[in-house]
Each structure stands twice: as C-alpha cells, then as structure tokens.
C-alpha cells in the first residue's frame, strides 16, 4: 500500500505563510496528476490546487495568486507554498495522487497535516 506523508502544517498568524510538503514513495514520473485538498469539520473536502504530468495546475479560486503547488521529482516530494493565509485557510490538508499503470488509476492518500490560521 502506497502512503503519502505530509508535513509542513503548524499554527501560523493571519498574512504569515507555510510550506507543505508531501513525500511520493513512488516514481513521480509516473503520476497523472498530483494536488492538494483540504477539509474542515462537517465539510466535504475540497481541491485547493492540482497539477497534470502535463504541467497544467489548477487552484481553488479563494486561493489563486496565494498559494503554489510545484514538485521535485529528485527527491519525490510535492509541495504547496501558501502565502498571505487567511483564517479561512484553517483546514486538514491532505496530499494526493493518481498514478495510472497498465490501463488502471490509482489513487493516494496521505494522512494530512492541520493547518490553523489565527486572526
């Protein structure tokens, strides 16, 4: 089984900023897509950023201009830079990827790293 580990998160004051960092134990040449969700109690999880082999990335739009997904593919690690955070941001964030191999998507998970914004 396949797990992401996340790290990074921590209690950070309003305007500040963090660094995710999410480590892929697989070939990260071999992943469709790699991105960011995250989710707060009682709330599905939403998609914060995402980014195709293709390197086309998408980002939720109360994020645009704020945070940047990139990756390092020597060291296998996804990141996401988060800048001028909001209490809003206040969320587990959860690390992902999706691999397709022989026909077949696969799909994985981290476990997530909290992140809490103070006002």
């Known amino acids: 089984q396949v797990q992401l580990v996340e790290s990074g998160g921590g209690l950070v004051q309003a305007g500040g900023s963090l660094r995710l960092s999410c480590v892929v134990p697989i070939s990260m040449h071999s992943l469709n897509n790699m991105g960011w969700y995250r989710q707060t109690p009682g709330r599905q999880r939403e998609l914060v950023a995402v980014k195709s082999s293709g390197s086309s990335t998408h980002y939720l739009d109360s994020v645009r201009g704020r945070f940047t997904i990139s990756e390092d593919n020597a060291k296998g690690r996804v990141y996401l830079q988060m800048n001028s955070l909001k209490p809003e941001d206040t969320a587990m964030y959860y690390c992902?990827?999706?691999?397709?191999?022989?026909?077949?998507?696969?799909?994985?998970w981290g476990r997530g790293t909290q992140v809490t914004v103070s006002s």
């Open positions: 992902y990827v999706d691999q397709r191999v022989e026909g077949l998507t696969y799909n994985y």
